[in-house]
């Protein structure tokens, strides 16, 4: 089966904490894209990749980085600078197909600090 | 500048009722929009996109959506409501000004009364 995966589903984290949440995709998609979901809220872009070893920041990237050192794989770290980790993270990719194409959604991770 | 606004935070309907959710959009160039459903604790899965051709779309589950250009609207519908179509609806829109750049909606709850 083609999909998203992230893991874990569920993550606590102290306060000064770095962690690192996964995102892996076998759609053989050029595209991944970290969203952060808050209650009553869109979503919101944090970090993109259209290519391996390329990345750029999205609307909210303070307090997180990425690395995109594989095509299937785009993890997220939210570091002890990131003021309220709190909330629902979505990893999705996409095909760049002209740039029109949808994005598929991996099940997400949710994050409390602790 | 691209903008989505979802014109209810929540709409009530009873099983067996229409269903409408209402998009509108801001778009400088020529657009494609997408609906997706986010089930509590879940990624989103896409309902449907527009994306030129067809102005009414249909998706999954009994779902559709009409684009019109003229009154920059993209609703959604369905003509009889289940229980299991309780969720959260976000409308999106993929555009490109300078860059490709995907905004969603902040999203409609809907309920379902039995």
């Known amino acids: 089966d083609g999909g998203i995966t992230q893991s874990p589903k569920y993550l606590f984290r102290k306060e000064g904490q770095n962690v690192t949440l996964s995102c892996e995709q076998n759609?053989?998609?050029?595209?991944m894209y970290w969203y952060r979901q808050d209650p009553g809220q869109g979503l919101r872009l944090i970090y993109y990749s259209q290519i391996v070893n390329d990345f750029q920041k999205g609307d909210i990237a303070e307090g997180y980085s990425v690395s995109r050192e594989k095509k299937e794989s785009f993890p997220l770290t939210v570091t002890s600078a990131q003021k309220n980790p709190t909330a629902f993270y979505l990893c999705?990719?996409?095909?760049?197909?002209?740039?029109?194409?949808?994005?598929?959604f991996g099940p997400g991770t949710r994050l409390t600090v602790l | 500048a691209q903008s989505v606004t979802q014109l209810d935070s929540h709409v009530s309907v009873s099983e067996g009722t229409p269903v409408l959710l209402r998009c509108n959009y801001s778009s400088s160039y020529s657009p494609s929009l997408f609906w997706y459903v986010q089930h509590p604790n879940k990624g989103l899965q896409l309902l449907l996109k527009?994306?030129?051709?067809?102005?009414l779309v249909k998706g999954i589950n009994g779902f559709e959506a009409e684009f019109k250009k003229s009154e920059t609207s993209f609703h959604l519908t369905k003509p009889s409501a289940h229980m299991s179509d309780a969720a959260e609806y976000f409308c999106v829109v993929r555009d490109y000004t300078g860059g490709f750049k995907t905004i969603f909606g902040a999203g409609t709850r809907l309920f379902v009364k039995a």
């Open positions: 759609l053989n998609h050029d595209a």
């Open positions: 999705a990719s996409s095909d760049p197909g002209g740039g029109y194409n949808e994005q598929f």
């Open positions: 527009y994306t030129s051709a067809a102005t």
